[in-house]
C-alpha cells in the first residue's frame, strides 16, 4: 500500500468570521497535503470547526440562536470558504458531531478509570473571556481579560506527571516541535513545574459542552475536547485500521495555540497510551497595514474582502500570495499593495508573460506545433538538470514543511527561463537559423511545462488552463520530466492566464 501521510489544521472558532489568519493556515496545508498527493501518497487533510464553549454560546445568545443553530451556520461558512479557494480537504471535523463526542467520552472514562482524571476544589481567579483559570502571577500582570474570582469543584488531569517524559521526547525528536524557535519555547516553559489540567465546567455555567461520562453535572474544558478531534477524524475506537493508516500527524498550527498543542495535547495522548504526533508546526502572524489584527482595531481582513481582491487576479493569486509571502517563520505584513505587486512581479512579469511569448512566437513561425528539440546544446542541458535540481530542492523543503521555500525556488526557475529567452532571442533567430529558434522555443516550453506542473498545488485552476492550452492530453497533478514534452503537438487556443494589474486601480479603490 502506498506510504500515508497526515495533515491537519486548527479547528477554527464558530464565534468570529473567517479572515485572512485562518485562510493562512488552511491553505498551507493544502498546499502540503497535493504535494504528497503527487508524490502519490495516501493523503489524509482533515480540517473543521470547534463548537463548544462559551464564547460560541454567548455568540448565538447574541444572536438570538440556539448554540446548535449558530455552529451550523459558521460551519457551513466556513465550508463554502474552502471550496472557494479549492481546499482539498478530505474530511470536516465539527465538534459536536457524535463520531467526535464519543471518542471524547471515550478517552476521558478511560483517564478517569486509570486514575489520570480526580476530582478538586479550586478558589481563584478565573478569565471569562479565555475560558481559563488564571495564577496570582498572571493576574497581577493584567495577561488575561475578564478575570473573576471563582470558587469551584472540577475536574483535573494530571497534566504535571508527564513533563519530564514530554522534554525526554522533544530532546529526543528533533522535528517534534518546529520551526526551532517555538520548540526553545516550549522546552523554556518545561523548565518550570507543570500545573494539572482543569478539564470540567461545572453544567450550571457553561452547558455548551461535552458531558463528562462519569458526572452528568458537568461538561469538558474545550481545548481537552477540541484536540482529540484529530484522531477522532481518523476513527480512534471505531475504524482501526484507518486510524492505524494515517496517525501520527502533522499538525499545523498559529504561533498562538503553541502550549495546548505541544504540551496539554501530548500529555494527554501520552496518558491514554497513543503514540504522539509526528510534528507540530507553529507559524507566524499576518498583521494587517502594518498593524496587529485586533478585534478593538477592527482592522481583521476578512475573507470577504479577499474574495473581491480574487475577483480582478483570479484565487490562484491569493493561494500564490499566502505561500510565497506568508509569515511561516516570521510575521508577515497584508496590504492590498503587496499582495498586487508580488501578483504583476511573479505571475503577470514572469509566469504570464512567458507563457504568452513563447505561445505566440510558435504560433507565428511554427504553426502553432511545438517544434522538434533537435539536438540540445550545453544551454538547454543546463536547463533540464537545473529543472530536475528544482524539483529535488523543492520535495526536501517539503520535508521541511517550508512553503515559502518550495515556491521562491520555482518562480526563480521560472525567471531564469525568461532570461534565457531574453538571452537567445528567438524571434531573431526563427529568421536567420530555424533550427536554433526551434531547440529554445522548445527548451523554454518544456521548462514551463515542468513548472507548471510542480506548481499545481499553489496555482490549481491556472495550471490547469494552462495544460489545456498546451493541448497535450495531460493534467496537473504529477511531477513530470522535463524532456516529456512532445514535439508536433498542436497547441490550443491561447488565452491571457495572469494579466496585469493595473496598479493606478488601488488609488482610485477600484
Ligand atoms: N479553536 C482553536 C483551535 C483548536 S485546535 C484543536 C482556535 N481557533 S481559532 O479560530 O482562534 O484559530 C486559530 C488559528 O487561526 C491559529 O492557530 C492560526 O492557525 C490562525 N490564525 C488566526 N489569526 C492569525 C493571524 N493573524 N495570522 C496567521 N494565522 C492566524 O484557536
Not at 529554445?440 to 492550452?469: H, I
Request: proline residues 4%.
Amino acid at each position: 500500500m502506498n506510504q500515508s501521510f497526515y495533515i491537519t489544521t486548527p479547528l477554527y472558532y464558530v464565534n468570529d468570521r473567517p479572515h485572512i489568519g485562518s485562510s493562512y493556515t488552511t491553505l498551507i496545508a493544502d498546499i502540503i497535503a497535493m504535494y504528497h498527493r503527487m508524490k502519490g501518497e495516501d493523503v489524509f487533510f482533515l480540517t473543521g470547526t470547534d463548537e463548544h464553549g462559551q464564547k460560541v454560546q454567548q455568540a448565538a445568545e447574541k444572536n438570538n440562536l440556539s448554540p446548535a443553530e449558530h455552529c451550523d451556520i459558521y460551519a457551513e461558512r466556513f465550508q463554502e470558504l474552502w471550496s472557494y479557494f479549492n481546499i482539498s480537504n478530505d474530511d470536516f471535523i465539527r465538534t459536536t458531531e457524535a463520531r467526535h463526542i464519543r471518542v471524547v467520552q471515550d478517552v476521558m472514562q478511560t483517564l478517569y478509570d486509570r486514575g489520570e482524571i480526580y476530582k478538586d476544589d479550586y478558589e481563584g481567579w478565573y478569565s471569562v473571556a479565555d475560558e481559563m483559570f488564571v495564577s496570582e502571577k498572571d493576574h497581577a500582570e493584567g495577561k488575561y481579560r475578564d478575570v473573576r474570582r471563582i470558587s469551584e469543584t472540577n475536574y483535573y488531569f494530571r497534566m504535571s506527571a508527564y513533563r519530564q517524559r514530554l522534554i525526554d521526547h522533544i530532546r529526543e525528536h528533533p522535528g517534534f516541535i518546529r520551526p526551532e524557535n517555538r520548540r526553545n519555547e516550549i522546552l523554556g516553559f518545561l523548565k518550570q513545574p507543570l500545573k494539572d489540567l482543569c478539564i470540567s465546567r461545572p453544567k450550571a455555567r457553561l452547558a455548551w459542552g461535552i458531558e463528562l461520562p462519569f458526572d452528568e453535572d458537568y461538561v469538558t474544558y474545550v481545548w481537552f475536547d477540541a484536540l482529540l478531534n484529530y484522531i477522532s477524524a481518523p476513527g480512534y475506537g471505531a475504524d482501526e485500521e484507518k486510524f492505524r493508516r494515517y496517525w501520527p500527524a502533522v499538525h499545523m498550527i498559529g504561533k498562538d495555540i503553541l502550549t495546548t498543542h505541544c504540551v496539554y495535547w501530548p500529555s494527554m495522548l501520552m496518558a491514554a497510551g497513543i503514540e504522539l504526533p509526528e510534528a507540530i508546526f507553529a507559524h507566524g502572524w499576518w498583521t494587517s497595514e502594518g498593524k496587529k489584527m485586533s478585534k478593538s482595531l477592527g482592522n481583521f481582513i476578512d475573507l470577504e474582502t479577499i474574495q473581491s481582491h480574487c475577483d480582478h487576479v483570479g484565487k490562484d493569486a491569493y493561494r500564490y500570495f499566502m505561500a510565497k509571502e506568508g509569515p511561516l517563520f516570521s510575521d508577515s505584513d497584508f496590504s492590498k499593495a503587496r499582495f498586487y505587486h508580488t501578483y504583476n512581479m511573479d505571475l503577470a512579469n514572469d509566469f504570464g508573460n512567458l507563457v504568452n511569448r513563447i505561445f505566440k512566437l510558435i504560433k507565428k513561425y511554427y504553426d502553432g506545433k511545438v517544434p522538434p528539440p533537435g539536438t540540445l546544446q550545453e544551454d538547454e542541458q543546463e536547463m533540464k538538470k537545473a529543472a530536475e535540481a528544482v524539483r529535488d530542492a523543492v520535495m526536501e523543503h517539503l520535508k521541511a514543511l517550508d512553503v515559502n521555500a518550495m515556491v521562491s525556488e520555482i518562480i526563480a526557475y521560472v525567471s531564469s527561463v525568461n532570461r534565457y529567452l531574453e538571452q537567445k532571442e528567438p524571434w531573431k533567430l526563427a529568421k536567420s537559423d530555424p533550427d536554433a529558434a526551434g531547440r529554445v522555443l522548445y527548451a523554454g516550453l518544456a521548462s514551463l511545462r515542468f513548472s507548471a506542473a510542480l506548481l499545481y498545488p499553489v496555482l490549481p485552476e491556472k495550471t490547469a488552463e494552462f495544460f489545456s492550452m498546451l493541448n497535450s492530453g495531460e493534467k496537473p497533478g504529477r511531477i513530470v520530466r522535463w524532456e516529456d514534452l512532445s514535439a508536433g503537438t498542436e497547441l490550443g487556443e491561447m488565452k491571457a492566464l495572469f494579466p496585469r494589474f493595473d496598479m493606478k486601480r488601488l488609488e482610485t479603490n477600484d
